[in-house]
């Protein structure tokens, strides 16, 4: 089985940063494709990043030149960050961590809040 725990939420300005991570445990010994989610209220959940088990990144057009989602180094190859710059108060939402292998594993989520 495999959990993932995200962390690095929080309250913040309009142009402040933040950084999300992201950590699987349990039955995963490879790499794997991983991504980012949110979901604002009243919203349908929608795609943010995902990086691909050979490091290719791929990004929403309202996120891109601001967020950067990289892995973690080579003994944690499947914990992730999400750097986000320049936030706006339409990036405000929670943010769900997955991962991909034959299903789909979700974290719990972690809110962000871009205050003006």
């Known amino acids: 089985q495999v959990q993932l725990v995200e962390s690095g939420g929080g309250l913040v300005q309009v142009g402040e940063s933040l950084r999300l991570s992201c950590a699987a445990s349990?039955?995963?010994?490879?790499?794997?494709?991983m991504g980012w989610y949110r979901q604002a209220p009243g919203n349908q959940r929608e795609f943010v990043a995902a990086?691909?088990?050979?490091?290719?990144?791929?990004?929403a057009d309202s996120v891109k030149g601001r967020f950067t989602f990289s892995r973690d180094d080579a003994k944690n190859v499947n914990t992730v960050h999400l750097q986000m710059n320049s936030l706006k108060p339409e990036d405000t939402a929670v943010y769900y961590c997955?991962?991909?292998?034959?299903?789909?594993?979700w974290g719990q989520g972690t809110q962000v809040t871009v205050s003006s």
């Open positions: 997955y991962l991909q292998t034959l299903r789909t594993y």
């Open positions: 349990g039955s995963i010994s490879y790499i794997v494709p």
């Open positions: 990086i691909s088990a050979s490091g290719t990144t791929h990004y």
